[in-house]
C-alpha cells in the first residue's frame, strides 16, 4: 500500500517566518491534496497537484509536485497565526474497481509564535 | 454549493453500549461516502468507503459497521463499543479520483 510520510512532525515558528512542510511517498503521486486542519475540527481542503512540476499558490502558501511526482512541499510565506494548524497531504490510491481512495500522511502540526 | 454534516460533534459512551453516527452530504447525488477515524498522534485511518447505496468496503477489521441506506446518508454503527474505539471520526465525499474529497467536522467519541 502507498505510505505517505511527512516532516517534519511538529514546527514552531515566529510569526512572519517562512517555512516548508514535506509530503514524501513510496510510490508514484497520482493525485496529491494538502488540507489544513484545525484541532476537534474536520479537514479544510487548500490544494491538489497531479503533474509533475506542477505548482499552485494560494494566498501565502504554495505547493508543488517534484518531477518525478514522489514529493510534495508546502511553503507558507511570511508566518501569521492564523496559519497555526495541522497540515495533512493525501494521495489517490489505485483501488480494484478503480474507485477513489484517499491515503493521508500522519500530519505536520504547526504553531505561529506572535 | 454542496454540504456535508455530521452529528453529533461529540459523544461520551460507555463501554459496551451502541453507536450510531450519521452523516449527510446535500447537494450534490451519488457521491462517494468515506469513513476516517483519526486517533491522537496518528494520521487517518480509512475505515469504510461507499460508491453507492447498499454498497460498502470495509478496509479494516474491526468492532464498527457502515451503512448507506439513502444515497447521501452514511452511517457508522457499533453493537458494542470498546475503548479502543474512542477517536476522532470524520465522514467524508467526493466524485472521482483527482478530485478532493471535503470533509465534515468530524464526532469526538469517547469511550469510558
Known amino acids: 500500500s502507498q505510505e505517505l510520510e511527512q516532516s517534519p512532525q511538529s514546527l514552531i515558528v515566529q510569526e512572519g517566518k517562512n517555512l516548508t512542510i514535506n509530503c514524501t511517498s513510496s510510490k508514484t503521486l497520482y493525485g496529491l491534496y494538502w488540507y489544513k486542519q484545525k484541532y476537534g475540527e474536520g479537514l479544510i481542503f487548500l490544494m491538489m497537484?497531479?503533474?509533475?512540476?506542477e505548482e499552485k499558490s494560494h494566498e501565502k502558501i504554495t505547493a508543488k509536485l517534484d518531477e518525478k511526482k514522489q514529493q510534495s512541499s508546502l511553503h507558507i510565506t511570511a508566518s501569521q497565526p492564523s496559519h497555526a494548524g495541522i497540515y495533512l497531504c493525501g494521495a489517490d490510491m489505485k483501488t480494484p474497481g478503480g474507485y477513489q481512495k484517499v491515503t493521508f500522511g500522519t500530519g505536520t502540526k504547526l504553531q505561529v509564535i506572535p | 454549493s454542496q454540504t456535508i454534516h455530521q452529528w453529533p460533534a461529540t459523544l461520551v459512551q460507555p463501554v459496551g453500549s451502541p453507536l450510531s453516527l450519521e452523516c449527510t452530504v446535500e447537494?450534490?447525488?451519488?457521491?462517494?461516502l468515506y469513513w476516517y477515524r483519526q486517533a491522537a498522534g496518528r494520521g487517518l485511518q480509512l475505515l469504510f468507503y461507499s460508491v453507492g447505496i447498499g454498497q460498502i468496503s470495509s478496509e479494516v477489521p474491526q468492532n464498527l459497521s457502515a451503512s448507506r441506506p439513502q444515497d447521501r446518508q452514511f452511517i457508522l454503527s457499533s453493537k458494542k463499543l470498546l475503548l479502543s474505539d474512542s477517536g476522532f471520526y470524520l465522514c467524508?465525499?467526493?466524485?472521482?479520483?483527482?478530485?478532493?474529497?471535503?470533509f465534515g467536522n468530524g464526532t469526538r467519541l469517547t469511550v469510558t
Open positions: 497537484l497531479q503533474k509533475g512540476g
Open positions: 467524508a465525499w467526493g466524485r472521482d479520483k483527482r478530485w478532493p474529497l471535503h
Open positions: 447537494g450534490t447525488s451519488n457521491p462517494n
